[in-house]
């Protein structure tokens, strides 16, 4: 079993920087893959990014590609989300988790960020 737990969220001003932090505790793989997920007020949760176990392969999607990084620190058992030039539309509460045989199977509690204009 897998836990995780997000933080670094809050509030922001456009044009801000911020990072999000994942620490994952539990029995994990060196195949599984971490992901960052968001979910905006009265939207569906959508995919942000992901990134191997090893670090090597990343993967971006949606309105983060270009601003977001997504990074590991393994040593720490952290994953994190940097996120630059944030805007008002990246307010939501972003989740982390651990993709095991092709499966989200394990999700974080959340963390709200809230960018001002």
């Known amino acids: 079993q897998v836990q995780l737990v997000e933080s670094g969220g809050g509030l922001v001003q456009t044009g801000d920087s911020l990072r999000l932090s994942c620490v994952v505790s539990?029995?994990?793989?060196?195949?599984?893959?971490m992901g960052w997920f968001r979910q905006a007020p009265g939207k569906e949760r959508e995919f942000v990014a992901s990134i191997s176990w090893s670090g090597s392969d990343t993967y971006y999607q949606g309105p983060g590609k270009g601003r977001f990084t997504i990074s590991k620190d393994n040593a720490k058992n952290t994953m994190y989300l940097q996120m630059n030039s944030v805007k008002p539309e990246d307010t939501a509460v972003y989740f982390c988790?651990?993709?095991?045989?092709?499966?989200?199977?394990?999700w974080g509690q959340g963390t709200q960020v809230t960018v001002s204009s």
């Open positions: 988790a651990v993709d095991r045989s092709g499966s989200w199977t394990s």
């Open positions: 539990g029995r994990t793989f060196s195949s599984d893959y």
